[in-house]
């Protein structure tokens, strides 16, 4: 049989080795020079045109953004069911209850309506998630935010690079997180950076990433040890010189499988919207968890469900509120994420096209 094609593939090569050594002989591994100049070299190249502050995962900085933005018990942050458990836990976390609200077919993101829907006195932010590397529709939710006296946080944990109507993801929210895990667009090997829109909130971040201080033994409130090492930042400064050219290679991918692939629903790209194709997800309306199987049996290809339980099903958030969930119900039913990975062949592009084909047609 062919070889086995990974759903995701993370890319080190030597300069990420030798930005690692130059550190580890510097002797100084904890946060220092590297984590400030990555802070500042991520903010540029996204033209975020805000702060970034780095911790040591995306959830952290979804966490620790929340709590600089006031979120606190007795508050609820309305957020998609359809999504990593990390969106729920790090409001959950804060105190306050995630209310869940259902997505749209057309970008796997936050329906404006169902958002509008779920909006109670006790709301006060809305955490869309950038799912698969398809901007949300933001630009509508911060017209309701700002009709409702509301926040926007952005879950931009798949999104690095990811656009809508010219303006960055990261750029909208009070503050936004991109995850640096290794699966990600790019990695720093466990990290996360949290861009930040008002002064305050980046420097009560810095006050949380580091037990509350800014100034040694002057702490200011409770906080935790949340901080990036300068190792880590060192691979995600290499990192960053290399995402613009996987992008490519992604949405390059991403056009010979949607101009190839028959009897799968490709994903859709709305108008304004660049995608980074984190993930190339495809519907599959009849038993998908077989054509998975399948998948891997018959072809040795790798492909991911996310996310096959929706938050709203996860034992901690079974008792959260939330209105009817069907867009959400259908898509954990049928979603199946195709490798489209950088590191794919041409030849490993025209197996999955084969194979999902063959399949497809198999089970019409
Ligand atoms: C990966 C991810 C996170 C969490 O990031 P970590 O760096 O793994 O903590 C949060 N939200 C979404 C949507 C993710 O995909």
Redesign the pocket.
């Known amino acids: 049989m062919s070889d086995f094609i990974p759903p995701a593939k993370p890319i080190i090569g030597d300069e990420e080795r030798e930005a690692v050594d130059r550190v580890l002989r510097s002797g100084m591994l904890a946060q220092g020079p590297e984590v400030k100049a990555f802070e500042q070299e991520f903010a540029d190249h996204f033209k975020l045109g805000r702060a970034c502050v780095a911790v040591n995962?995306?959830?952290s900085g979804?966490h620790l953004g929340l709590l600089a933005s006031g979120v606190k018990a007795g508050d609820e942050v309305i957020v998609p069911s359809f999504?990593?458990a990390?969106?729920a836990n790090s409001v959950a976390l804060t105190g306050a209850a995630p209310v869940f609200a259902d997505i749209d077919a057309d970008d796997f993101g936050l329906s404006p309506e169902s958002v509008e829907a779920a909006i109670t006195e006790r709301t006060v932010g809305i955490m869309p998630?950038h799912?698969y590397g398809h901007p949300a529709k933001v630009d509508r939710l911060l017209e309701i935010a700002a009709r409702h006296d509301l926040q926007v946080f952005e879950?931009a944990?798949?999104a690095h690079g990811a656009s809508l109507n010219g303006q960055p993801v990261g750029a909208f929210g009070s503050f936004a997180m991109f995850?640096?895990?290794p699966t990600?667009n790019m990695t720093s090997g466990?990290g996360?950076m949290v861009s930040v829109a008002n002064a305050e909130v980046e420097r009560l971040v810095r006050l949380y990433r580091n037990q509350g201080m800014e100034k040694q033994y002057h702490n200011e409130v409770v906080g935790l040890n949340n901080r990036m090492t300068d190792i880590h930042a060192a691979i995600g400064r290499v990192q960053l010189t290399k995402v613009d050219a996987w992008t490519k290679r992604r949405q390059e991918n991403a056009a010979f499988l949607d101009a190839n692939l028959t009897g799968v629903t490709t994903p859709p790209v709305r108008e304004g919207a660049v995608h980074v194709y984190h993930q190339y997800t495809v519907r599959v309306p009849e038993d998908r968890d077989g054509f998975a199987q399948a998948l891997r049996d018959e072809y040795n290809i790798g492909s991911g469900m996310f996310y096959p339980v929706p938050n709203h099903r996860l034992k901690p958030f079974v008792s959260a509120s939330h209105p009817e969930l069907p867009e959400t119900e259908r898509a954990a039913r049928e979603c199946l994420s195709l490798p489209v990975h950088p590191s794919l062949s041409q030849d490993d592009l025209e197996r999955i096209v084969t194979a999902v084909n063959a399949l497809a047609e198999a089970g019409a």
């Open positions: 995962s995306g959830t979804q999504t990593f990390a969106t998630v799912l879950d944990a798949q995850s640096l895990y990600k466990e996360g």
